[in-house]
């Protein structure tokens, strides 16, 4: 079974900064992309950052600039900077991962449960 546990996210105000992060663990044999999307209320899911295993990112063009994106695949982690946070960053923050379970080479995408960030003053 494959577990991804995000850390807490909080109130933060506008202009600061926050670091989410996600820890992988369970049945892994190996690890793919990682990555980040938020969902903010009555709007669909949106990824905000991505990473492979070499180290590309990618991001949304509302975040660029903004957030960083990093992982630690000896810890299978994964880190989301997140600085000059706007009202609109508002929403809950679940990670993902494109795993292999048990070497058989086929990826599935895994979730986070998600945490609540809430830009405000």
């Known amino acids: 079974q494959v577990q991804l546990v995000e850390s807490e996210g909080g109130l933060v105000q506008p202009g600061g900064s926050l670091t989410l992060s996600c820890a992988a663990s369970?049945?892994?044999?190996?690890?793919?992309?990682m990555g980040w999307a938020r969902q903010a209320p009555g709007k669909q899911r949106e990824l905000v950052a991505g990473?492979?295993?070499?180290?590309?990112?990618d991001y949304a063009d509302s975040v660029k600039g903004r957030f960083t994106i990093s992982r630690d695949n000896a810890r299978n982690t994964v880190l989301l900077q997140m600085n000059s946070l706007k009202p609109e960053d508002t929403a809950v923050y679940f990670c993902?991962?494109?795993?292999?379970?048990?070497?058989?080479?086929?990826?599935?995408?895994?979730w986070g449960q998600g945490t609540q960030v809430t830009v405000s003053s």
């Open positions: 369970g049945s892994i044999f190996s690890i793919n992309a």
């Open positions: 990473i492979t295993s070499g180290g590309s990112t």
């Open positions: 993902n991962a494109d795993l292999d379970p048990n070497g058989r080479r086929y990826y599935y995408r895994y």
